[in-house]
C-alpha cells in the first residue's frame, strides 16, 4: 500500500505565482486534510474534506483553495503565492471512524521567495 | 472546543534515562487523543493512540501514554531513551467530527 502520496516534496515559487499540491490516498478514506507546519506552531489545520464533493475550511484557509472530485485525491491550491505561505505542507486522511487516527504523506516543502 | 497544550516545547535526557513529555487537553466529552513522532525532515508517524478499553496505552518503539481524567493529562513516557528517540513529538486531540487538534509540539533531544 503506498498510503498517502504527496508531490513535488520540494518547490520554489516566486510571489504572484500559482501552484498546485497533489495528495492522493489508496485506503479508501473519507476523510482527507492539509496541514501547514511552521516552526514552533505546531500543525495547523487549512481545510479538510469529509467526502468527494464536499470541502470545509479549517483554522487558516486564507489564499488556499481545495476541491474534492473524487475520494482519492485532494489538490491544494495556491492562486497568488505570498511569502507568508512559506512553510511544510501535510496531507493527511482518516476513515472518519471514532478514535481512527490520521495517515499522513511525506510533506511538500514550499518556499516562495 | 478541544485543545492540547505541550508543556514543554524542547527536553533534553541523556541516553539511558526515562523520557516524560508531558500534554493537557481540553475536551467537552471522552476524548480522542494520539501522540505522534516526528524524526527530521520526515513526515509524521503514530506512536500511540488512547482507546477507552485502558489508561495505559502502549505504543511503538518502547514508548506508553497513561490517560488520566481527573488531571486532564496523556503524558508520554519511555523507560531508556535512545539515540534514536530524538525527534519531535505531538500530542493531538480528535473531535466528533473527526477534526484534529494538534499541540505545539516537543522537541526531544537525546544526549550521548
Known amino acids: 500500500n503506498a498510503g498517502v502520496t504527496q508531490t513535488p516534496k520540494f518547490r520554489i515559487l516566486k510571489i504572484g505565482q500559482s501552484m498546485t499540491l497533489q495528495c492522493t490516498q489508496d485506503m479508501n478514506h473519507n476523510y482527507m486534510y492539509w496541514y501547514r507546519q511552521d516552526p514552533g506552531m505546531g500543525l495547523k489545520l487549512i481545510y479538510y474534506s469529509v467526502g468527494a464533493g464536499i470541502t470545509d475550511k479549517g483554522e487558516v484557509p486564507n489564499g488556499y483553495n481545495v476541491s474534492r472530485s473524487t475520494t482519492e485525491d485532494f489538490p491544494l491550491r495556491l492562486e497568488l503565492a505570498a511569502p507568508s505561505q512559506t512553510s511544510v505542507y501535510f496531507c493527511a486522511s482518516s476513515p472518519g471512524q471514532y478514535n481512527s487516527p490520521l495517515h499522513f504523506g511525506n510533506g511538500t516543502r514550499l518556499t516562495v521567495t | 472546543a478541544q485543545s492540547v497544550t505541550q508543556l514543554d516545547s524542547h527536553v533534553s535526557v541523556s541516553e539511558g534515562t526515562p523520557v516524560l513529555l508531558r500534554c493537557n487537553y481540553s475536551s467537552s466529552y471522552s476524548p480522542s487523543l494520539f501522540w505522534y513522532v516526528q524524526h527530521p525532515n520526515k513526515g509524521l508517524q503514530l506512536l500511540l493512540k488512547?482507546?477507552?478499553?485502558?489508561?495505559l496505552v502502549k505504543g511503538i518503539n518502547g514508548f506508553e501514554a497513561e490517560f488520566k481524567k481527573s488531571e486532564t493529562s496523556f503524558h508520554l513516557t519511555k523507560p531508556s531513551a535512545h539515540m534514536s528517540d530524538a525527534a519531535e513529538y505531538f500530542c493531538v486531540v480528535s473531535d466528533l467530527f473527526n477534526k484534529f487538534y494538534f499541540g505545539s509540539g516537543t522537541k526531544l533531544n537525546v544526549k550521548p
Open positions: 488512547y482507546t477507552s478499553a485502558a489508561t
